[in-house]
Structure formats: C-alpha cells, structure tokens
C-alpha cells in the first residue's frame, strides 16, 4: 500500500484541486486501490507500481506512468487489437442541407472510433469498395516506428489501396491520447474518409469519465474533388465552406440538422477530446460557464494548466478536463471559425456554432448561456509545456532553410501551387518513394521534394520559412516522429541559434507556421523511413506544399521487415492505374 502511493506521488495539479475530486461511484469495492492523495510537486518521479483510476489516472501499469519516458519505452505486452473498415462511395446529409456524394468508412461520419491502450499492437484491415478512386489510410501522429510501409501515403509509403482490394495496416501503440485518421490520397478525407482512434494511458489531470472525441471540421455542401479542381485554378483564394460540423453534426443555415451534444452528470469530472479534421479552417472552442483543464498537445501529455478558450489548427488535438459543478442546465460548446485566415457562410446566419453541453435533469433546449469573446486568430497555443521534460542539444546545427514559395504559371500549366525550394511536390502512386528505396532506383522523380536525413540519432533542425507574399498561416504536420518547436516568428529568421529554445520546447506534430514568417522544427533521426511533411491545409497538399525526409535510407529495408503486403498493394495498383483502365488521371500532388 505504501508503495503504491509512494509511486502515485506524481506530479500534478494540486492538493486543493484532487481534493475536490468526487469519489467516483463506478468503482466498487474490490477495484484496484484508489490512492486518495496526489502529489503537490511538478517534477515526474521514476515509474512505479500503481494502477489507473479515476483519482490516479497518473498512474498507467507495473512500471508505466505519465512520467514515462514514451520515446524509451512503450509497455510491452499489449494486446493485439483487430478493426475492419470499409470505404463506400455515397451519399451524406449531415446538417438537412440536402445529400451529396461522400466516401464514408463504414456508412458514418466520422467513421468509427477506433480504441487501444498505450504499447497494444492495432491490426485494421481497410477494404476499399470504391469504384473510381485510389485509397490508403494515415494514422495522423502515429510514430510508426520501424513501420513506414504502414503510414498509409499513397506514392510515399505505399501504393494507393486499387478498387475492391484490402490493404492490412500493423503498428504499435508507442504514445497515447486521441488522434484521428484519414484517407491522404489527394483531396479524400474533405469527402469523408476519416476517423478518430483513442489509444488510452495515464493522464497529467483526473477526471471521472470519459466523453470521447470532439471533432470538428468544415463542411461544404459540393464534393471535395469538385473543390479541389476549383482551388487549384484560382487566383482568388480557397472556396468558402458552407458550415461546421461538431462530431459530424450542426445546424445548418436554413436552421435545419441538429447540434451534438456532450452530456454530463453534475459533480463529475469529464475527459473531453477535441481534434480539428477540417480541410481549411482554423477553430478557437470554449465551454460557457465551464473553464477547462488542458492535458495534451497532440499525443504529448502537458503540464496541465486552466483555460477559458483553445485554438486548434487542423491536424491538432488536445485534451481537456471538464468540471460538470454549475447549475443544472444546457451551455454551448462554442466553435469559432479562426477568420483571421479563413471563413464560412454559416458565421453570419445568425446561429450559434458548436455543440451543447448538456446536463443530466435539463429539458431538451438550446441553451441560452453566454460565454468568453471568442478568438478569430491562426496562432497556436503558446503555454504547452511537456510533462516529460526534454533537452534539444543547443550545439545542433540548422539545415538549409526550406523556402516556401508559389507559382502559377506555364510550367504549372498555370494551375495554383506551392513550392518548397521552388519545386511543388508531385507523387507517383506507381511508384512510391517507398518502393523506389527498396529498389535502390531508379530516382525518386522530378517533383519528389526528398530531403535526405542520414545520421543515426543525430539532431536535425529544419527551418521552414515563407518567401511568398501570400501571408497566410500554415498548419505544418509531420509523420513518423514528432517535433519540438525551437523557434518560430514573423519575418525572416536571422539564423541565430542563440536566442532559441532549447530546453523543454513544445513539442507535438502539427505547429502552425506564423503568416508570412517562419518556423524552427527539431527532431532525431531516430525512425528509418521515408516520411511526408506538410500543409494540412488539403487544398494546399494537394498544390504541393510537402517535402519528404528519407530517413536513413540504407537502414529502412532492415527495419521495415516483411513486405508482402507492399509488394500485392503495388501489383494491385499497378492492375487497376492501367492506362485506359480508370476513368480519372491524377490531377494535383496525390497527397
Ligand atoms: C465496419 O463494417 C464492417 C462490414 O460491415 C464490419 O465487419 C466491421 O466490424 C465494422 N467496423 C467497425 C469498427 O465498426
Ligand atoms: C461515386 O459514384 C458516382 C456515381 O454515383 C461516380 O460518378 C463516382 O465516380 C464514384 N466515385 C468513386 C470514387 O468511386
Ligand atoms: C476520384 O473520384 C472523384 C469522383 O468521386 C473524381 O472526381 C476524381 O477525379 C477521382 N480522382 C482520381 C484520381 O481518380
Ligand atoms: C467549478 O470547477 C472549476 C474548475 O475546476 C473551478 O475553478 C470552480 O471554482 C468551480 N466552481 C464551483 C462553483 O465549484
Ligand atoms: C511513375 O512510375 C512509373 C513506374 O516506375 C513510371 O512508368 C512512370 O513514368 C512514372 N510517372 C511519372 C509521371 O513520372
Ligand atoms: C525531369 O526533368 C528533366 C529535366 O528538366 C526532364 O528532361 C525530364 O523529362 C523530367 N522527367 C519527368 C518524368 O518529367
Ligand atoms: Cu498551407
């Protein structure tokens, strides 16, 4: 007994907060024991023995905690965990704006909820019964460690999933928290082809139960690929969605559809987990009545701090704790458009955004509550700070900037696109980058934007800096690792390491760069694999805004073992990409 509250004294929050923490009335007698007490301190201590709980949710398993060093070590064995998807060609009405043609996995959106625990092995078996399109599936923020031929990048990592076909997706759960995942093949997931995984383990606050996901996009009443061809044709900026969508719900601006809703008991605490799935827009979220507790950024628990209001960039997650102890009664979930960089005709049709948070004993109502001013900016959060403390090496030595540009003219064939050191990015799905590695040759192509990590372990610095006068902010989302963020700004970097940081950096696997300024990422060469990094603005992957790190290129046969299910997926591909034999070519960056 002693030595599990000896090893439950980790650190968070305070003493006065757990205090206040109800008993939770799910846990009877003979559950593992509750230790009453948490620590006041902020300083991890070594893992120990104890056992997660609503009042230790510290705590993970023998050996495994929130002070885990997850880089280290994941625990060990964990269950496999088997998940069959299928993604149809149909049709979607989410908010009574009529139907139009969607790709959904399994009939839903968002697809189904996908849940692991931290160090258990996933196994998903994704069928396509599309008729006319590629697929493949990414799972957004997964290290996928040794495991690139499973990140799910069609003409990076693998070949396109072809019609009919199944492709098999094996990786290990190494961190934990929320994520979601999402086709990467050209412009899909803006039509549907995404989902939300949860991979649970310990918690930086406690909370009595668990809501789920909260996510949140833009919706448009027109196809994505429909959209696609339009932005890459204009001069005049992305088009403008018609709504948002709150776990796949909304009003819509003719006051039909309906808002999800969060329901909760008063007196407990509730895990809330928000993710931003949209194609183009920035989103600020607040609770009316109900500040927050924030425990992630991404999948990178934090030391937990109060906020009122949270600005997500697509691509980004964080989880919050949410203290049902106000009056009995219905208060909005509030949803912002970030205006600053974007828009949506729903802003001004005089309806509130978002989702109810609703009490148990409330009448079914809207709610009438008012809240904080809500935020129209695209800056990231800055007070996120990893529990687990890390140091980037201050002698690291900065690569050759990344110079964002665009271009629209003949050798574009005058369509829209971004370039990266004057090249946008272009794959081949014949021929992912993946495959052109284990084949050492022939090249990776003209538009491959391959950037070569070699140096096991060594620290890299990568410096992404705008030189276009389009000033717009750019969620930049990394696979295979993620990143700290030493520095970032408006204008132009002075290349001075200097005044970064070095010590304990943000780190997570989406940053925004700053409107017509720059951004410092860093991150070990610690993962052989070829690895996308990128706008996740769709509309914007798509034009090309990516680069590829081809990382320690000679190791990744090695690592990757079996490839069967690689090999099948490029003859499946190859089938089916026939010339005459699909009714559409490819049209933009196939990302
Ligand atoms: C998805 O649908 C398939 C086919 O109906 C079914 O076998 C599978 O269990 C479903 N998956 C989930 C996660 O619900
Ligand atoms: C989806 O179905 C429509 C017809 O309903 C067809 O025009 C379109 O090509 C199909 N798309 C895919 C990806 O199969
Ligand atoms: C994918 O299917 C959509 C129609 O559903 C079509 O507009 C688009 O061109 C297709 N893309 C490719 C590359 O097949
Ligand atoms: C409700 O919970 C919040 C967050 O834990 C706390 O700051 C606030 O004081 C509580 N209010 C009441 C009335 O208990
Ligand atoms: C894509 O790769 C295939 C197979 O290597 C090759 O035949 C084709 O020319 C490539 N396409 C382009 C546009 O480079
Ligand atoms: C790549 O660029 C070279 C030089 O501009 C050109 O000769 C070649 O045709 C290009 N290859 C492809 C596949 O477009
Ligand atoms: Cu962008």
């Not at 650190?11 to 006065?16: L, N």
């Not at 022939?442 to 030189?467: C, F, M």
Request: with cysteine; hydrophobic share 35%; glycine share 10%.
């Amino acid at each position: 007994m002693l030595l599990h509250q000896i090893a439950c004294w980790l650190s968070f929050g305070t003493a006065a907060l757990a205090a206040t923490i109800p008993r939770d009335p799910s846990v009877q007698q003979g559950s593992p024991v509750i230790v009453e007490r948490q620590a006041t301190t902020t300083t991890p201590v070594p893992d120990g023995e104890c056992t997660n709980g609503p009042r230790t949710r510290n705590c993970w398993s023998k050996g495994f905690s929130i002070a885990t060093d997850f880089d280290a070590k994941s625990p060990p064995a964990g269950k496999t965990v088997t998940y069959n998807l299928v993604i149809t060609n149909t049709t979607l009405d989410p908010d009574g704006s009529g139907p139009r043609l969607a790709m959904l996995i399994n009939g839903t959106y968002p697809g189904p909820t996908l849940r692991a625990s931290w160090g258990d092995t996933l196994v998903i078996n994704v069928k396509s019964e599309l008729q006319h399109n590629g697929t493949g599936i990414h799972w957004h923020g997964v290290r996928q460690l040794n495991s690139c031929q499973h990140d799910g990048v069609g003409g990076v990592t693998e070949c396109p999933i072809a019609p009919g076909h199944t492709r098999q997706y094996v990786f290990k759960c190494t961190q934990f928290g929320t994520t979601w995942y999402h086709s990467h093949w050209s412009a899909q997931y803006g039509d549907g082809v995404v989902g939300t995984l949860i991979i649970d383990g310990p918690a930086t606050a406690n909370y009595d139960e668990d809501l789920g996901v909260m996510p949140i996009t833009d919706w448009y009443n027109k196809p994505a690929f429909e959209l696609n061809e339009q932005a890459q044709l204009s001069r005049t900026g992305p088009p403008v969605p018609n709504n948002i969508l709150v776990n796949g719900m909304h009003k819509s601006k003719g006051g039909k559809g309906e808002y999800y809703k969060l329901k909760v008991q008063k007196g407990k605490k509730y895990r809330v987990r928000l993710i931003n799935t949209a194609v183009d827009s920035v989103f600020h979220v607040s609770f009316d009545g109900h500040p927050f507790t924030v425990i992630t950024s991404d999948f990178v628990p934090i030391k937990p701090f109060v906020a009122t209001q949270l600005t997500l960039n697509i691509g980004q997650r964080y989880d919050v704790v949410i203290n049902a102890n106000q009056t009995v009664g219905n208060y909005w979930a509030r949803v912002a458009v970030g205006t600053d960089c974007g828009d949506n005709e729903i802003i001004d049709a005089g309806i509130p955004m978002g989702a109810i948070l609703q009490y148990e004993g409330a009448p079914d109502a809207e709610p009438t509550s008012t809240g904080v001013e809500m935020r129209t900016s695209c800056v990231d959060e800055t007070n996120l700070v990893p529990f687990v403390p890390n140091t980037v090496p201050s002698s690291i030595v900065p690569q050759n900037e990344l110079a964002l540009n665009h271009v629209q003219d003949a050798t574009t064939n005058n369509l829209f696109r971004w370039t990266i050191d004057g090249s946008p990015q272009v794959v081949n799905w014949t021929q992912p980058s993946l495959k052109t590695t284990l084949e050492q040759g022939p090249d990776y192509g003209n538009h491959s934007n391959v950037y070569e990590i070699a140096t096991k372990d060594n620290w890299y610095l990568w410096w992404i800096q705008t030189r276009t006068f389009i000033p717009l902010p750019h969620p930049i989302h990394l696979h295979g690792h993620d990143f700290y963020i030493v520095g970032k700004g408006s204008g132009v970097w002075d290349g001075n390491t200097a005044g970064l940081t070095f010590n304990n950096p943000t780190r997570r696997d989406t940053a925004t760069l700053p409107a017509g300024g720059y951004l410092l990422l860093a991150f070990p060469a610690d993962n052989p694999g070829v690895w996308v990094m990128h706008c996740h603005i769709a509309w914007h992957a798509a034009q090309g805004l990516s680069v590829q790190f081809l990382e320690r290129k000679n190791e990744i046969s090695q690592a990757i073992g079996n490839r069967d299910e690689f090999n099948r997926g490029c003859q499946e591909w190859a089938e089916y990409w026939r010339p005459g034999n699909h009714p559409y070519e490819q049209t933009d960056s196939g990302l």
